[in-house]
């Protein structure tokens, strides 16, 4: 049985004649960027995350370019980044013209390990990117606090973690940024490149509103050099009829995840993670024991609300692109997110020096595998995914 990683057809079909009225109400308002279809969304959005201000901007990336350009940071400044995420979150750094320095993350929740972090902070580190890897939340107390400790600005990276929690605490709304995105593979899925940005300062929230559209402050008059960071209309309309449908998702995902854990935690070789194995220290030796489990899953801390924006497992022995083409073969698509750390990318040659010691992101880049998990998703298909690897597994 085919099984995609995402089915946005599926999503949207069943919301039909809310978009449609919500696409012939922009048509006809003759106002296609910014105005009160905007407003209404960045309204609606800060009341769902718990945030004090939202602004709708052109796409994740951009929201983590407003954060940086706000924040004033160019060039001679450091940026801790995770060296296992998006390439996103460590090119909007490069693109102010600051140093991204990129820090070892956890083998268990795959986010930021707050111990590197701290061995990484030098006179000239301005600011932390904290990413909430796949969905689930980094460990933001530590984070916090080594960005106090140094007057670090703190942006969480929430394009991938839209709803998630934190001891409580919506994403977003703990560090003075949050960038989140819309982009189709997201939970909160739009109709092309959208984002939102979350701001706890309101002069700040001024700030990036004005460097949304080119550091405009009066008419034709710009105090600050920004850029054309604008969120459409039309996508703001869109997302804001699946707005109130993304808590159900995010639980019907949740569901989904423990479905796999429930089924794939039973087969042989496939080892169930658990919260305490998170030390944030390097993986085990045992990986290339041939006891050692040949299958690992991912593992949602009791602290967190995970809300599985992929449902990514671990597969050792270097065979992980080998069951990706035994999936493939039964028309299963399961993405690698992502193959190469950051400070491995070609165009992070000359600054890859802080990754050198990244030991955790450089073997997690071998072994991930994202499983596909969406709302839509029936047992049947889920039950497809589990059996092929259950045939691998006694294959392999
Ligand atoms: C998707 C993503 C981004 C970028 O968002 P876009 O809307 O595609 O620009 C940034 N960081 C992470 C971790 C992402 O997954």
Redesign the pocket.
């Known amino acids: 049985m085919p099984v995609p990683p995402v089915d946005l057809a599926a999503q949207n079909a069943a919301l039909q004649d809310e978009l449609d009225a919500a696409w012939q109400r922009v048509l006809r308002s003759g106002r296609y960027v910014l105005g009160a279809e905007v407003e209404a969304f960045e309204a609606a959005a800060a009341t769902f995350l718990e945030a004090p201000a939202a602004l709708g901007v052109s ?4 929201a ?1 370019l407003i954060a940086l350009m706000a924040a004033d940071i160019g060039p001679g400044d450091e940026v801790l980044v995770p060296d296992f ?2 390439f ?2 460590g090119g909007s750094v490069a693109r102010v013209g600051a140093t991204p320095v990129f820090v070892d993350v956890c083998p268990v929740c795959f986010n930021m390990d707050a111990r590197d972090a701290a061995t990484k902070v030098t006179p000239r580190t301005r600011a932390l990117i904290a ?1 909430h ?1 796949y969905g689930q939340a980094a460990r933001l107390d530590p984070l916090a606090d080594l960005a106090v400790a140094h007057r670090l600005t703190l942006i969480e ?1 929430c ?2 973690a839209f709803g998630a929690r934190y001891k409580g605490e919506r994403v977003g709304s703990r560090g003075d940024f949050g ?1 989140f ?3 189709p593979t ?1 939970t909160l899925a739009g109709f092309g ?3 939102l940005l979350t701001v706890r300062d309101e002069e700040m929230r001024a700030r990036c509103q004005a460097l949304r559209n080119h550091g405009q402050t009066g008419v034709y008059e710009h105090a600050l050099i920004g850029g054309n960071f604008r969120l459409d209309a039309l996508q703001a309309a869109l997302l804001n009829v699946k707005l109130p449908h993304v808590a159900a998702w995010n639980s019907a995902r949740q569901r989904r995840a423990e479905r796999y854990e429930e089924k794939l935690g039973a087969l042989p070789g496939v080892h169930r993670t658990s919260e305490s194995e998170c030390a944030c220290r390097p993986l085990s030796g045992d990986d290339h024991d041939g006891d050692a489990p040949r299958l690992r899953l991912p593992c949602a801390y009791a602290h967190n609300e995970h809300v599985w924006g992929s449902y990514t497992i671990r597969v050792a022995h270097g065979r992980r692109d080998a069951l990706r083409q035994h999936l493939a073969d039964q028309a299963i698509i399961a993405p690698v997110y992502y193959p190469l750390p950051l400070s491995a990318q070609p165009c992070f040659r000359d600054v890859a020096a802080s990754g050198a010691n990244n030991v955790v992101s450089r073997q997690l880049a071998q072994e991930v595998l994202s499983l596909p998990l969406f709302p839509e998703m029936t047992d049947a298909q889920q039950d497809a995914v589990v059996s092929a690897i259950a045939t691998w597994l006694d294959a392999s």
Do not use: E, I, M, R
């Open positions: 796409s994740g990336t951009d983590l995420t998006f996103a979150t990413v890897l990276d394009a991938q960038a995105s819309f982009y997201k490149d959208a984002g």
